[in-house]
């Protein structure tokens, strides 16, 4: 009786007592694995009994049923916060003075837009490792964000000095040069460097085109505007450009 069973892990799980409701909401969905509401509350359990994987596992099913379903986002969001902070929290034990865990904290500061705080971790990671690839990068990344041209752009050329064939950094050379309003020869240089490694980076091509203007290259810039629409056709700026071209 899968829906009995549901009912009494709803309830089991209402009342506070997880690790009973568990298994008989673990036997609801195994009963009826269409129950959507047995499996969120069978994620809701998972949750709180420190079960992570095991959650976002569940609602990435439910994602999949029910893909308009706000709350499942919702909860696999806040799942996958609490597994990254388990993961800092474990690097910070072994080494927290690691470069990986400034990277790592620098990524987090960065996605949430707290810029500053990224570059004080990555320039941690760069002055441990100076020599590891994307390291530099990262540090230019969010100089870049900053709008920081000169910091970002020695950090994305000692990043090609490591890896040349870092098509994101040779691009955003480019861009910071258009930026400053710098040689369109220069900065075709570069987005021409960075296309013919990634020659699917619509960013670059968009700023390719950008270059080709100013250089009165108008039908040269209009092929490359073409093939970005074609690769990301909801840019708003893309079609404005074009149009202006």
């Given at each position: 009786m899968p829906s009995a069973v549901a009912l009494l892990g709803i309830t089991l799980y209402?009342?506070?007592?997880?690790?009973?409701?568990?298994?008989?909401?673990?036997?609801?969905?195994?009963g009826n694995p269409g129950d959507r509401n047995a499996r969120l509350f069978l994620a809701k359990d998972l949750t709180k009994l420190g079960e992570f994987t095991a959650a976002a596992a569940e609602l990435e099913k439910m994602g999949q049923?029910?893909?308009?379903?706000?709350?499942?986002?919702?909860l696999l969001a806040k799942v996958h916060m609490q597994l990254s902070e388990r993961a800092l929290a474990k690097m910070?034990?072994?080494?927290?003075?690691?470069?990986l865990a400034h990277q790592l904290s620098g990524e987090v500061m960065e996605s949430m837009n707290n810029y500053d705080g990224a570059v004080v971790?990555?320039?941690?990671?760069?002055?441990?490792?100076?020599q590891m690839s994307g390291n530099h990068y990262k540090l230019g990344d969010a100089y870049w964000n900053l709008s920081q041209w000169d910091s970002a752009a020695a950090q994305f050329q000692a990043e090609l000095r490591v890896d040349p064939g870092n098509c994101m950094a040779e691009w955003?050379?480019?861009?910071?040069?258009?930026?400053k309003n710098?040689?369109?020869?220069?900065?075709?240089q570069n987005l021409e460097g960075a296309l013919a490694r990634c020659p699917k980076l619509s960013d670059?091509?968009?700023d390719r085109a950008r270059a080709l203007v100013k250089l009165n290259r108008g039908a040269e810039a209009v092929g490359e505007l073409e093939q970005a629409e074609k690769a990301n056709p909801t840019d708003p700026a893309i079609h404005?450009?074009?149009?202006?071209v």
């Open positions: 209402n009342v506070g007592d997880y690790a009973k409701a568990r298994p008989r909401l673990e036997a609801a969905v195994h049923q029910d893909p308009k379903n706000q709350e499942v986002w919702y910070n034990a072994i080494d927290p003075n690691s470069v971790e990555l320039k941690k990671a760069v002055d441990l490792a100076p955003k050379l480019g861009n910071i040069i258009l930026q710098g040689s369109a020869d220069d900065a075709l670059a091509r968009v404005f450009l074009l149009a202006k």
